[in-house]
């Protein structure tokens, strides 16, 4: 029997023709009795209102004779959404339901978009229900009486909890709930709402800490993904990723063509200006139910994209991971992925883009830019059916946003070190942060520490009567509130027509290789550079066509774990005469190729191919890691083979394997005798050949803007990179040589090892390679496997059509 408070709640499922789900009704229970936890469910299945129903329920239950009536409620309930492009979305579901039962609550938006006007207004009158982002949840605690602005509250729920706990956002959201928690005198509710990851347990006590018991509500619904992938008329047997897949554009075109809605997502937003045009050169009648989406545009351009596409006015939207979120596009039919998205979760977030309602299935093509991706998609696919996921990990010890925590309570209400560092050791991130590192922070924040105290503007907080530390100029007040957040993005500059049209924002370091004149493609037109001007790119519209798109930093991204040891059971069985799926039945003739040049490696196995062409001697490794392992093993190996041979080396990657190139022949069989993956020195190895310290000292650039050494300018006036790459270079190397025990020096250097160098997957890759046979192999001439990797390396010297040329070639003398 369903329980009366539900009643309402009930009555509106109703009014709509819905039922709601077990799931929905297991929150609905565990929140009305006062519980805290994770509710895990998939993109599209009411998510929402499982955790906002109850929300509404508890109030009418407590307000029996007066839930009618407007009050004044003081804010209820905080809603934390990863982005902004969420918060309207949101917001509107849950007013309308509001509305619909009869509650006068108001559910407001307030987040870096809010205006003056309206956050006057929601100062003076607060909103029951308050959606934002964590950056603006902070901007809250900086106010001077933020312990009156949460009084009320009763319960706090953080959406995307997975895209948020990995990074330093997270970090933000565990010190903000902590602090909050504090405040109240009778406990509050703490809701995440997650997608399916490898690590739930783990995700709910990174949210919740250990003094909540764990508990998970799961949707177990069988959201079916209908993956179809598109096959080449032929078979390439040497393939290579260089055309991005456009050579399958006449067979995208008439998926497209037959569906109302189609999502076309790539990993660069390089490739979405590419794909965008070559689709527009195909098919110019569809002029205006075309758009782009990548988040170097400009903001009204994109949720202008966005509204088209929930009012169902476009056809087509060409876009990356800048749509992966939950914004609700009912009308998207079909999703089309160009190329792997290189993890199972990325691919199953996007393919829920489609049949964004329950009950409906989500359909998605995969187009592989080259052969051997067709390997991904089967591993995807097989990774789909088993319900596999990656694991989401969270940063430890992440002493710049602590920093800027502290200043910001500073600004705000001020506080006792006694009294908040029990409250910050309750975190998971902070857990293990001793009273020595608190007190060093201590010590910087008013100081500036041991080298900086000299210099009045990085002593921020006022020390006053009984160990009271609060901001009491209003100039630092002022900077800090404009510097709060964790997002470090490279710099970006303004884009703009000779007209004064704005198009959008585009890397600086781009822009910088471009003389007056060059042309280039941007926001789906072409652009002819006219000058920079006050950190505006002034253009105007191309007269002639160009191929050339910007190249954005980070444009490559790397396999997961998860997948690459999916591709090498899926190879495993290949090596065995096992071909389990459509995709790996249409490789097999690549397949046999490699196996009869050489050998298809296993799980037990890591393959090494010998080769000398004109470039020079060639060795190519098999490990399956990932290109970012890959870069740094390739390092490794190299390095540790110069000393004891005097061999100058070149290296290559890609996902599957990495290339050294000599000019003078590599004694591998000998070096493999010496121990070449000895764990031995590992670390201080990887150091050395990585030029580790100049990967810390731009690393240290994001962790010094985090912590507020280096002021990123006013709103309209940023500051010119130059500027802050020499301002925090001059920081980095003062701490180098004056305060070696510097904490944010210390910490640059352990995220260039464990974030951009991965330390943790490379011992474990050279753990697994100490496991393995090593099988070495002289085919004759490349194979299938590392003809790609060759390419890469030639693509950084060659022009398009050079390489283009250059391949056809190297094709015309290979066995196929």
Excluded at 99 to 117: F, M
Excluded at 287 to 304: E, K, P, Y
Excluded at 576 to 603: C, M, R, T
Aim: with cysteine.
């Amino acid at each position: 029997m369903v329980d009366k408070k539900l009643a309402p709640a009930i009555q509106y499922f109703k009014s709509k023709n819905w039922k709601p789900f077990p799931f929905q009704l297991e929150a609905w229970q565990d929140y009305l009795a006062g519980k805290s936890g994770i509710l895990n469910a998939p993109t599209g299945s009411g998510k929402t209102f499982a955790l906002w129903m109850p929300v509404i329920l508890e109030y009418i239950h407590n307000n029996p004779n007066t839930w009618k009536k407007a009050q004044k409620n003081g804010i209820q309930i905080i809603w934390v959404t990863p982005l902004r492009a969420l918060a309207q979305d949101i917001s509107l579901a849950m007013q309308e339901v509001c509305d619909q039962i009869g509650l006068k609550w108001k559910v407001e938006v307030r987040n870096g978009d809010t205006s003056s006007k309206q956050k006057e207004a929601q100062k003076r009158n607060p909103p029951e229900c308050l959606v934002t982002t964590p950056e603006t949840l902070h901007i809250l605690l900086a106010q001077k009486d933020n312990r009156k602005l949460f009084q009320e509250l009763k319960a706090i729920v953080i959406d995307e909890w997975h895209e948020l706990m990995g990074n330093k956002r997270g970090v933000q959201i565990q010190l903000a709930l902590a602090y909050i928690k504090n405040l109240k005198s009778d406990p509050i509710k703490i809701w995440g709402i997650s997608a399916t990851i490898g690590n739930l347990e783990e995700a709910h006590k990174i949210l919740l800490g250990d003094q909540f018991p764990a508990h998970i509500v799961k949707a177990y619904i069988d959201k079916k993904i209908d993956m179809q992938t598109i096959y080449p008329d032929e078979l390439e047997k040497y393939p290579w990723s260089g055309h991005l897949g456009l050579q399958l554009v006449d067979k995208v075109i008439p998926i497209i063509e037959e569906k109302t809605s189609v999502l076309l997502f790539t990993n660069t937003r390089a490739q979405t200006e590419i794909w965008y045009q070559k689709i527009m050169e195909k098919r110019p009648d569809w002029a205006g139910w075309v758009a782009i989406h990548h988040g170097s545009l400009d903001q009204s351009v994109r949720t202008w994209v966005e509204e088209a596409l929930h009012l169902g006015k476009l056809k087509l939207v060409v876009c990356t991971s800048s749509l992966d979120l939950g914004v609700d596009f009912r009308p998207v039919e079909t999703v089309i992925q160009i190329g792997s998205p290189k993890g199972v979760a990325r691919f199953v977030q996007r393919a829920g883009r489609a049949g964004h309602q329950p009950g409906l299935p989500s359909q998605i093509y995969f187009v592989p830019t080259n052969s051997l991706e067709l390997v991904e998609a089967a591993a995807l696919r097989d990774a789909v059916e088993t319900g596999e996921m990656e694991s989401i990990h969270c940063p430890t010890l992440t002493f710049d946003v602590l920093i800027q925590f502290l200043i910001t309570l500073a600004v705000g209400e001020g506080f006792y070190p006694k009294d908040l560092l029990p409250i910050i050791k309750r975190t998971y991130t902070f857990a293990e942060i001793t009273d020595d590192e608190f007190n060093w922070i201590l010590s910087f924040i008013t100081q500036g520490g041991e080298s900086l105290q000299s210099y009045d503007e990085f002593s921020k907080v006022d020390i006053l009567e009984n160990d009271f530390y609060k901001v009491t100029n209003k100039r630092t007040a002022m900077r800090h509130r404009l510097s709060m957040g964790t997002i470090v993005s490279d710099p970006m500059l303004k884009i703009k027509l000779r007209n004064g049209a704005f198009l959008g924002m585009i890397e600086e370091y781009f822009i910088s290789k471009l003389k007056p004149g060059d042309l280039f493609f941007f926001a789906g037109r072409g652009l002819e550079f006219i000058k920079i001007k006050d950190l505006v790119v002034q253009v105007q519209l191309a007269k002639k066509k160009t191929n050339n798109v910007p190249a954005y930093m980070g444009g490559r991204i790397s396999l997961t774990s998860k997948l690459s040891s999916k591709i090498r059971e899926i190879l495993e069985n290949a090596s065995n005469g096992i071909y389990p799926s459509e995709e790996i039945h249409f490789i097999a003739p690549l397949l046999l190729l490699q196996q009869k040049l050489s050998a298809i490696p296993d799980n037990h196995t890591l393959l090494i191919e010998k080769n000398i062409s004109k470039e020079g001697h060639h060795l190519f490794f098999y490990p399956f890691e990932g290109r970012m392992i890959h870069e740094i093993l390739g390092a490794l190996i190299a390095y540790r083979i110069s000393v004891s041979y005097p061999i100058s080396l070149s290296i290559a990657m890609n996902d599957y394997g990495f290339e050294l190139l000599s000019d003078s022949p590599i004694p591998i069989e000998d070096i493999l005798e010496e121990d070449l993956f000895t764990m031995k020195g590992l670390v201080d190895d990887i150091t050395t050949c990585i030029n580790e310290s100049e990967m810390a000292k731009r690393k240290f650039r994001d962790v010094a803007t985090i912590a507020g050494l280096v002021f990123q300018g006013f709103p309209g006036k940023p500051l010119k990179f130059k500027h802050l790459q020499s301002t925090s270079g001059i920081l980095y190397g003062v701490f180098e040589e004056y305060d070696a025990d510097n904490l944010l020096l210390k910490q640059a250097h352990r995220e260039v090892l464990e974030m951009q160098m991965e330390k943790n997957k490379i011992i474990s890759a050279i753990q697994k390679i100490n496991k393995q046979k090593i099988i070495v192999k002289n085919p004759g001439q490349f194979t299938p496997f590392s003809f790609p990797i060759m390419v890469d390396r030639l693509r950084a010297s060659l022009s398009s059509e050079s390489l283009e040329d250059r391949i056809a070639k190297m094709k015309a003398n290979l066995i196929s």
